[in-house]
């Protein structure tokens, strides 16, 4: 009974000695592997949980020193409205800061060669890639810089709602009419 015991214990001993000697036989390119596998496992979440919790915290910072800056010039708002009015605002700003587009290319494809046909029907065009990508990001700059100026249009008339009206406005100020 003795040497089953002995042999049980001594079987189920695995301690991170063991495994380190069996780790140190293995070839130097195994090691490597390894040692990248220690890693990711270690590594790959908290990363990406500290860079979003620091987003976070710049964006709250952010907007802590607009509502200061907004409270020195004299005005008076609670926090909530103050959030309220400033979150479609950020919005706005991170679109115009992103890298990828926001309407389908396919759509705005089939929407420039039919505007293009309207325009002159006996005539086919033909676009290269490059050019319709050129449209496509002006077009999409355009209509952001549109909307945040159509939005102060609506916060200067103390709404939160944007209204055509308010469209129409910053098109007419910005002299598009």
Known sequence: MNKGAKQSNGASKTTKEQKNKNKENLPSREKEKEKEKDKKSVSADPKNKVSKKNEQKEEAEEAERERKIFLQ???TVSRKSFEIRNKPLQRIKNKKNANELSIRKMPFQRLVR???FNYSPNVPFRFTPQALLALHIASEDYM???????????LHAKR???M???MN???????DY
């Not at 406005?169 to 002299?175: D, H, N, P, Q, Y």
């Open 144 to 154: 952001v810089g549109l909307f945040e100026d159509s939005y102060l249009c609506a």
């Open 169 to 175: 406005l910053a098109r007419r100020i910005r002299g």
């Open 160 to 162: 939160v709602t944007l």
């Open 164 to 166: 055509k009206k308010d």
């Open 73 to 75: 010039k004299g005005h």
């Open 114 to 116: 039919d505007v293009v």
